[in-house]
């Protein structure tokens, strides 16, 4: 009796929920490159460059575990708000020309959950928020605790979904611009971290998503993946030490 191909015996990765992480990532890079057009300000380039620098760095993460067939990811503990604090400018990137507010309180929140699921998960919901805004609605991220679980909120003042609409994009079926058909993978992300998802939405009134996970004992987070903020020097830094900015 021949023995089984390894290959066929490992787990392979949802190949629908990779490819909205990768889209997710190429957003993040084409719109940090159309604001660079814009000629920004210093402190906003800096952050732009972070965010082409990240985006740029989760996605061959995420390719290098593809070719070496790491899934499912353990999950590890790790603070939500410092991992929101290093989202923060692929956020920027991804809301454009809209307006967003990311509010986080300055204490640690611990959760334990696969760290690039939970990136991917926020990007996520940060693109389709933006899909359904002009240049001046808002998006707003918020984390909070309540208890032993911890709310993260993506929500906007854009255009809202109808009932079949909403239906159709939890279903994660097919739709003619395919926004809003990765919350099926964010409902997944959510379950596989025991928590849940919630949605409310109205056609011309916004729509509200929010994360409910279990919290962890705050001792418990893995430093090994606490993120690590990049640096940017400003322009006085340029000059003196007569440098570019490059990632970290």
Known sequence: MHDQPVL???STPPSREVIHDLRNLFGVLAAAGRLLEDDPSEARRAKLLSAIASAAERGGQLTTDLLARRWPVEPSAFDACARLA???????ALAGRASIRIDRPKGPLPVRADTAGFDAAILELVANARAALSAWNHITVRVHAAGKRIWLTVADDGDGMDAGTLA??????ETQS???TG??????FAREADGSMHIRSR?????VV?????MVISGAVDESVAPKARHFPQAKEKIR??????AA
Do not use: H
């Open 210 to 214: 929010s994360l409910n996970l279990p």
């Open 8 to 10: 066929a015996t490992m």
């Open 86 to 92: 290093t989202l923060e400018p692929m956020m920027q």
């Open 203 to 207: 056609k011309g009134r916004g729509t």
């Open 178 to 180: 395919a926004n809003g």
């Open 183 to 188: 919350l099926g993978r964010v409902s997944r």
């Open 241 to 246: 030490e007569n440098r570019q900015p490059i």
């Open 168 to 173: 159709t994009a939890l279903d994660g079926r």
